[in-house]
T-cell receptor, first 118, second 113 residues
Framework: GAVVSQHPSWVICKSGTSVKIECRSLDFQATTMFWYRQFPKQSLMLMATSNEGSKATYEQGVEKDKFLINHASLTLSTLTVTSAHPEDSSFYIC??????????????FGPGTRLTVT | DQQVKQNSPSLSVQEGRISILNCDYTNSMFDYFLWYKKYPAEGPTFLISISSIKDKNEDGRFTVFLNKSAKHLSLHIVPSQPGDSAVYFCAASDSSNTGKLIFGQGTTLQVKP
């Protein structure tokens, strides 16, 4: 099946610094990718839709200036957490949909990135 | 506003028995439903899905049932195996075809040997 990778798998950074997380589709092209975050024992919350060659679409309540998304190619989307604070510590997961024709089916998820801000 | 709800945070069953995980939704525009399995510190993996035009989809030990009038779906695993122990998320998407998935809170399944 399709594979989505994320890098790094975990990162620890100091408060006030920025962290970049990469999401790659390894054997397929993805014009759209999605970024989720998950707090412990909670659901996956959609943060934004990453669109290749255009601006990302952010969900309500997500600060676009804080969570910068760049989808520069058909296989790579990046999420940069700017000026990170301890409350940004979370598990960040990206996904890419498997599409057939014009219908979007299930999504393939990356393994996730654990961000800890100290 | 939780559009997809999994009201049981955990479920424990004996190996070989049936596991039934439930999911309710509120948005009548949802027309595609999926179940994902997730281990700690890993991304979710797709398990099974169902379109709103169907009421049942079966794949090996996994069967998903959809009751549109009740806005309810369930995942049946039979027979349950210890390796099925994980967190199960139900997710839904709508006909806008944006690809966005709305997830439930998850149910932790423990299958005891």
């Amino acid at each position: 099946g399709a594979v989505v990778s994320q890098h790094p798998s975990w990162v620890i950074c100091k408060s006030g610094t920025s962290v970049k997380i990469e999401c790659r589709s390894l054997d397929f092209q993805a014009t759209t990718m999605f970024w989720y975050r998950q707090f412990p024992k909670q659901s996956l919350m959609l943060m934004a839709t990453s669109n290749e060659g255009s601006k990302a679409t952010y969900e309500q309540g997500v600060e676009k200036d804080k969570f910068l998304i760049n989808h520069a190619s058909l296989t790579l989307s990046t999420l940069t957490v700017t000026s990170a604070h301890p409350e940004d510590s979370s598990f960040y997961i990206c996904s890419a949909p498997s599409s057939s024709g014009t219908v979007t089916y299930e999504q393939y998820f990356g393994p996730g990135t654990r961000l800890t801000v100290t | 506003d939780q559009q997809v709800k999994q009201n049981s945070p955990s479920l424990s069953v004996q190996e070989g028995r049936i596991s039934i995980l439930n999911c309710d939704y509120t948005n009548s525009m949802f027309d595609y439903f999926l179940w994902y399995k997730k281990y700690p510190a890993e991304g979710p993996t797709f398990l099974i899905s169902i379109s709103s035009i169907k009421d049942k989809n079966e794949d090996g030990r996994f069967t998903v049932f959809l009751n549109k009038s009740a806005k309810h779906l369930s995942l049946h695993i039979v027979p349950s195996q210890p390796g099925d122990s994980a967190v199960y998320f139900c997710a839904a998407s709508d006909s806008s075809n944006t690809g966005k998935l709305i997830f439930g809170q998850g149910t932790t399944l423990q299958v005891k040997p």
